[in-house]
């Protein structure tokens, strides 16, 4: 639904910063619901400023069609580095994963208690945090991105009852079933999180979509992997704390629970730091770190008219909202600001014949009247399991059922996947410009800011 380019922004005195630029794909230019939300992703990422979240730069209209200028992260999200760590046979150590959760932690308290310009809370609840969705750069930080379906007050598009939209195996079981949400379904989702950095396996995966789901809905936690791992009971506690069903009994801030993951890194017999981070990615990523290098020296020779890149070379487009389907081996990262690897993505080519951990799974946007297939969202005790032979399985409803849809389960279309798009020119003031370094499937555009 949008494609994202690495691009070059120029000032006056020979000022220049490298940026990424999202922009809406032609083909949804005319969807009104979309470009809404669109636009309220930029007003909502905007307004935070936080060593902990990708900072948006500017929302701008080129020729009709929106774009955001972004912060470009150097670096790698944590699905890559779950998938690396897979590759190799290890795990992510605990303090490592205590490390990256805690900053995540400091990004939500963040948004969590953001407040606008007259002290009014902006309730603001990401709905989507995911290991795509967290990256890490090379010199360690950790930021979380993409607030494109993150619910605030001050939202102006509003999701319909029956539409549906996120991860399924991070999401909360409130979010499932169709409560209210607030911060602690983000919480939750921190606890899915740790939990698979720690034991290297996915929490919430069954044998279809649909067991995953009634999975995630009765918050059905196997702590095995977290035995097998040998996971300190201090940190366990924290998990099993972060992934309780019941909001009431989960942490109910950010900041509660960074504090117990402070307390035990604090404690820890070695010190870890960003900087430690930052070499730990350094490692695993040598080669790929290497190749960015190259490009981005190539980069730095960008003049503001495209002068000193390769024309005839075309833009890779990433889709940033909705991605390949389970299992289908994606040839790209759906992450925004993050230059991948020169060529194919070496550590999805290994993933062919593995159990189908850590799967890139998509961000989808579908559904119409899917909020009999929830259940009764009064139901506070174990949810009635799902029907298996429904095809839908990203699932959340934002908004109170209506007492009038009925309780027969609806036929539905499955999905229909998103193609690849094609390549498909920039606007004028969007040109792509690539540097002829290596042949790298991410792009690099010159991109001037509207006047």
Not at 92 to 110: D, F, P, R, T, W
Not at 112 to 134: F, T, W, Y
Not at 288 to 299: A, I, T
């Amino acid at each position: 639904m949008a494609e994202v380019f690495k691009a070059k922004s120029f000032g006056v005195e020979g000022f220049e910063k490298v940026i990424a630029i999202k922009r809406i794909l032609p083909s949804m230019g005319d969807d009104e619901d979309f470009v809404a939300m669109f636009i309220d992703e930029a007003k909502i990422a905007g307004q935070l400023s936080h060593a902990n979240i990708g900072q948006i730069h500017e929302l701008g209209q080129v020729d009709g069609s929106h774009f955001i200028a972004m912060e470009y992260i150097w670096g790698r999200d944590l699905l890559q580095l779950q998938k690396r760590c897979r590759k190799l046979g290890r795990r992510l150590s605990v303090n490592a994963s205590c490390h990256i959760v805690s900053k995540i932690c400091e990004g939500l308290q963040y948004a969590h208690k953001m407040r606008d310009v007259v002290g009014a809370s902006l309730e603001i609840v990401h709905r989507d945090c995911s290991p795509q969705n967290v990256v890490i750069s090379y010199e360690g930080e950790v930021k979380l991105i993409d607030f494109g379906i993150a619910r605030a007050a001050s939202r102006t598009s509003r999701t319909q009852a029956g539409v549906l939209k996120g991860k399924f195996a991070y999401m909360s079981p409130e979010q499932v079933r169709g409560l209210p949400l607030d911060r602690r379904s983000d919480i939750f989702s921190l606890g899915t999180i740790l939990f698979e950095c720690l034991s290297g396996h996915r929490l919430f995966s069954g044998e279809s979509d649909f067991s995953t789901l009634e999975r995630v809905r009765n918050a059905e936690i196997d702590r095995s992997g977290l035995t097998a791992a040998n996971v300190p009971p201090e940190v366990e506690a924290i998990v099993v704390k972060a992934l309780e069903r019941s909001t009431e009994d989960r942490y109910q801030w950010c900041s509660e629970m960074r504090e117990d993951l402070s307390r035990y890194l604090q404690a820890a017999s070695e010190v870890y730091t960003s900087r430690t981070l930052g070499e730990e990615m350094l490692s695993l990523f040598k080669e790929e770190h290497e190749r960015d290098k190259l490009l981005m020296d190539g980069y730095a020779k960008i003049g503001p008219d495209g002068a000193g890149v390769a024309a005839e070379q075309s833009p890779e487009v990433r889709e940033v909202l909705v991605g390949p389907a389970r299992g289908s081996n994606p040839r790209s990262a759906s992450i925004a600001g993050v230059a991948s690897s020169s060529g194919p993505r070496a550590d999805t080519e290994e993933d062919d014949g593995d159990d189908g951990d850590f799967d890139d799974g998509p961000t989808e946007i579908f559904g119409d009247g899917l909020a009999a297939l929830i259940g009764d969202i009064g139901d506070r005790g174990l949810a009635n399991p799902l029907t298996p032979d429904l095809k839908v399985a990203k699932v959340e409803v934002l908004d109170q059922r209506d007492s009038s849809v009925p309780r027969a389960v609806p036929a539905i279309e499955s999905p229909v996947p998103s193609p690849t798009p094609s390549p498909s020119p920039p606007p004028a003031k969007l040109r792509p410009a690539l540097v002829p370094v290596m042949n790298e499937p991410y792009a690099a555009s010159t991109a001037k800011a509207p006047s």
